[in-house]
């Protein structure tokens, strides 16, 4: 299909910025305007997709179809895809290409007692459910074994030889803390310094679900984790991403973001509440010494609001949060966070994108502490004496000389954070409204990566945005003044044959042109690869 670019007739135009669609324009209107929506005057359907060349499907085999988890590999141009009782290496110029297979069942005597404990039948396999780079050779992987879960590193040998395919299982890791019993488990993790960062239960009910950091290495024991039955830290949580960020310059002050939703505690409503939050540990907390001991030290909290504003202060809320997406900006430091909410309201059913700075969430951790004196009290700012060094702050010789570590912090500051670990005031998008809305559209979003083109006055954000029913809804955001922003459908693709819904959706790092980059969206049997035949490009 050859692509035939037209002309924006708007800001784009100015900046001689030109697209393969035909555009709509749907405005931040006043709230009593708020929802009208406009729908993509530009639709592929699936056959539309897979004619045009602008999709490649892998249903998988008669083996496996149950699809967990992606992994791009950019240098050895691989896509690798952690199904039941087996790991896919697929080539991601063609996915369907002399596809490998590593088997990696659970074993037989796991299955029969996962059976005998009155799982399903469909439950007792080994579900592949993490996969991260380790090194240029290895990657490190992680099943649900059966409902006893098990690491192990697959070896891909170095990028410039013929790929080998085998999984090490002579040295297996157990993968409690690091991986979910349970396969469709909400579940995100990261590999950071050999250490693996999770969000997970730690139990075969399901009934601890925290936060941990495991060493990869079998033969050390030494973990961290939130505090075990303590809701002011976490109250029946879903973990939906986590990033490492450098907030200075000093590598002692890296932290770790984690994204999640979990029931609210601090809620004026009677009913039960979900809240989104964004928390955040130091990297190089190693626990207290007398109290929280392999406890995060550190651990600290916020509130993440996702709201169109209303009249009189009414504010319309998307309390659940689906996905989260950093996109990293010019400076590394201040990457911006887009997250995907979705309303838990009985009246109306909608999502919504925020985006967030992360100059804004840092400045919530610094601020007021939240504080409830008995449980008929209402939550309050916290107004006695906060103790040194402020909760929260990462231990650093150049902070503080006679602080190397995290059990050098005095009783005082541990007994504050283990009592306080919420911020008092929550962290407000951008502009204080979503840059994108969808309102009984008959789906929902619950996916979001972003990508970037540039024109002659600048970079703007494409979002690629998920949803419920196998659809890919492709917009900008465009910010019109310090108050509004302009934005743009530019179209929507059905990118899988069935109204399946979207469960991962991965872009590349590099691109595969000037401007345009790999992408691949996950159901739970099928997965696709975009490379993106009709582009976006600046003139």
């Not at 070896?155 to 993968?175: A, F, Q, R, V, W």
């Not at 505690?265 to 001991?293: F, H, M, N, W």
């Not at 985006?355 to 919530?364: F, G, K, N, P, T």
């Not at 809305?437 to 083109?453: H, L, P």
Request: with cysteine.
């Amino acid at each position: 299909m050859e692509c035939k670019f037209r002309d924006c007739r708007s800001k784009f135009a100015s900046a001689q910025f030109t697209v393969c669609c035909c555009v709509i324009f749907f405005f931040l209107l006043p709230v009593n305007e708020a929802w009208k929506q406009s729908k993509p005057r530009l639709k592929f359907s699936y056959k539309d997709t897979l004619m045009n060349g602008s999709g490649n499907p892998f249903q998988g085999s008669a083996e496996s179809s149950s699809f967990q988890s992606l992994l791009i590999d950019e240098e050895r141009g691989k896509l690798l895809v952690g199904a039941k009782d087996l790991i896919y290496i697929l080539n991601l110029e063609n996915l369907n290409k002399e596809p490998k297979k590593i088997y990696w069942p659970a074993a037989k005597e796991r299955v029969e007692l996962c059976k005998q404990t009155g799982k399903k039948e469909t439950e007792c396999a080994n579900f592949i459910r993490l996969l991260h780079n380790f090194n240029r050779t290895h990657v490190y992987a992680c099943g649900t074994g059966a409902f006893q879960p098990i690491c192990g590193y697959i070896d891909l040998g170095p990028p410039t030889e013929e790929l080998s395919s085998k999984i090490d299982l002579k040295t297996p890791e157990p993968g409690t803390l690091k991986c979910p019993y349970d396969p469709i488990q909400p579940f995100t993790s990261a590999l950071i310094d050999e250490y693996l960062y999770a969000g997970t239960s730690s139990d075969f009910l399901g009934r601890d679900t925290a936060l941990f950091r495991s060493p990869i290495h079998h033969l050390e024991n030494q973990y961290i984790r939130t505090e075990h039955n303590n809701p002011l830290w976490l109250s029946d949580p879903k973990f939906i991403g986590m990033y490492p960020i450098s907030d200075t310059s000093d590598e002692d002050d890296d932290k770790i973001y984690i994204f999640l939703r979990e029931t609210a505690l601090d809620t004026t409503s009677p009913e039960k509440a979900i809240y989104s939050r964004v928390a955040r540990v130091c990297k190089k907390d190693i626990g207290g010494q007398r109290s929280l001991i392999n406890k995060w030290t550190t651990f600290l909290k916020a509130r993440l609001i996702c709201s169109v504003p209303g009249p009189e202060g009414y504010q319309t809320y998307f309390d659940e949060l689906q996905d989260v997406f950093l996109f990293n900006t010019n400076d590394d430091k201040v990457p911006v966070v887009y997250g995907v909410f979705t309303s838990s309201s009985s009246v109306f059913s909608g999502s919504a994108v925020c985006a967030y700075s992360l100059a804004d969430i840092r400045a919530v951790f610094n601020g007021p502490f939240t504080h409830k004196d008995s449980p008929d009290r209402h939550w309050v700012e916290y107004q006695g004496k906060i103790p040194y060094p402020r909760p929260g702050t990462c231990p650093s010789k150049a902070f503080d000389s006679t602080i190397e570590t995290t059990k050098d912090f005095s009783d005082d500051v541990i007994s504050f954070i283990k009592n306080h670990p919420m911020m008092y005031k929550a962290v407000y998008p951008i502009n204080k409204r979503p840059v994108f809305i969808q309102v009984n559209g008959g789906y929902r979003i619950t996916q979001i990566v972003v990508d970037r083109v540039n024109a002659k006055d600048g970079q703007y954000a494409v979002l690629f945005l998920g949803t419920d029913v196998g659809t890919v809804i492709k917009a900008l955001s465009v910010p019109k003044d310090n108050l509004n922003a302009e934005e743009v459908v530019l179209e929507e693709l059905q990118v899988f044959e069935e109204p399946t819904p979207i469960l991962t959706m991965e872009i590349s790092s590099k691109q595969t042109d000037q401007t345009s980059r790999y992408k691949v969206w996950r159901s739970n049997n099928s997965v696709l690869g975009s490379g993106g035949q009709c582009k976006e490009r600046a003139n």
